[in-house]
């Protein structure tokens, strides 16, 4: 009935649950609270009007618009209810996704650096660390391809050797083989010039000139010896002999130079050389070569008892032996000769020493043995017509 109250409710009277804290929370009797009594729900009606919209956030670049105009709301219209899922979700600005915990910047230590452990390290089967291994190897192998790379540059030095040296053994050979036609190739003007100057070849440095007046027809070497020169000469053999006899620019002195050509090889001539250089079988007065004593000429009185000096060349490049023999255009005897290299040592006081002689004949000697090996190269290195 209208006016009618309601009857009230001991307190009391309120059912243990009611009020007591939910469950997962500490509960108190301090803290009972006593919900207040509601009033049944209205029906639900939907307002007449809609809520105005969220406006749209301002533009950088044009004003923002005004609101939209909205009705006055209904007052005996049921107001709606402030739950959020009930308004409608109009245009608004998005969310910061820098600020949302699920993102990695609101992560607590997202921003530090990452730092990772290497892994230990540890040993191999043999027992090495394996770091250790790993920096070894590299080394080990730059250590063999250096190795390698210098085998390979010794390798190319020696074999670059070996052919300069093929090259100069061809070379050689050349040289000895054209060496042993020359007596019969070669003018005798080339060999035996006419006029040949010897530049400090006198005593004392002093220059000397000297002038072709006879020249042998080629011969054997029969009668071109003593008897044991010839036989120290055997191994080498004779193919064929050529001398010319100069005097001086007095016509003082008088010196036969032959040029031996010999049958031999370059071992044999070497071996000759050895022998000579050994036995000093260039300095013994038995083994003396003879003048060639040119009738009619200032040699005609040169022969076997006027030889004062002599030397003699066994060479190793040519199959040749060159010498020389010197004595008086006057013709007198010599009781005691001595060999060039005698001759010109310092404090010899032999008449040949005295004389000048062994500069005679080691002078022209060693003039025409160069000629010899200047024609010889040129020979060497001319082509075929």
């Not at 730059?142 to 190319?156: D, E, F, P, S």
């Not at 620019?249 to 250089?277: C, H, I, N």
Request: aromatic share 6%; proline share 13%; net charge neutral.
């Amino acid at each position: 009935m209208p006016g009618a109250r309601r009857p009230e409710r001991s307190r009391g009277d309120f059912p243990a649950s009611f009020g007591a804290p939910e469950s997962g929370t500490a509960w108190s009797p301090h803290m009972r609270t006593f919900p207040m009594p509601t009033a049944p729900p209205r029906p639900a009606t939907p307002p007449k009007t809609a809520p105005p919209p969220r406006p749209a956030p301002p533009k950088p670049t044009a004003p923002p618009l005004p609101p939209r105009p909205t009705a006055p709301p209904d007052p005996g219209a049921a107001q709606p209810s402030h739950d959020t899922a009930s308004w409608p979700q109009g245009p608004g600005p998005l969310p910061d996704p820098a600020m949302s915990w699920t993102t990695a910047a609101g992560t607590p230590g997202s921003n530090r650096p990452v730092v990772t452990f290497g892994e230990p390290e540890g040993y191999d089967e043999r027992g090495w660390g394996r770091s250790l291994v790993s920096r070894v190897a590299p080394r080990t192998a730059a250590a063999a391809a250096c190795m390698v790379l210098g085998l390979g540059l010794i390798g190319g030095a020696v074999t670059g050797s070996w052919i300069i040296d093929d090259d100069g053994d061809v070379a050689t050979a050349s040289s000895f083989s054209a060496a042993a036609g020359l007596w019969h190739n070669v003018p005798v003007d080339e060999l035996f010039p006419p006029t040949v100057l010897g530049t400090g070849a006198g005593p004392g440095g002093a220059d000397r000139t000297w002038t072709r007046i006879a020249v042998a027809p080629a011969t054997g070497c029969a009668d071109a010896f003593d008897p044991l020169l010839r036989k120290a000469l055997a191994p080498v053999g004779c193919q064929r002999l050529i001398r010319a006899t100069y005097t001086d620019a007095t016509q003082s002195y008088v010196t036969t130079v032959g040029l031996l050509f010999t049958k031999a090889d370059p071992a044999a001539m070497t071996a000759l050389a050895k022998r000579f250089e050994a036995e000093h079988l260039d300095r013994r007065t038995d083994l003396m070569p003879l003048p060639y004593a040119a009738k009619g000429t200032a040699a005609e009185r040169f022969g076997r008892h006027q030889r004062a000096s002599w030397t003699i060349s066994v060479l190793t490049d040519a199959p040749v032996v060159a010498y020389a023999v010197s004595g008086w255009a006057d013709g007198r005897t010599v009781d005691t000769p001595q060999s060039a290299a005698d001759a010109e040592a310092s404090g010899a006081t032999t008449a040949a020493a005295q004389a000048g002689l062994g500069n005679e004949a080691q002078g022209l000697a060693d003039r025409i043995e160069r000629r010899l090996r200047q024609t010889t190269a040129g020979s060497a290195t001319e082509k075929p017509s």
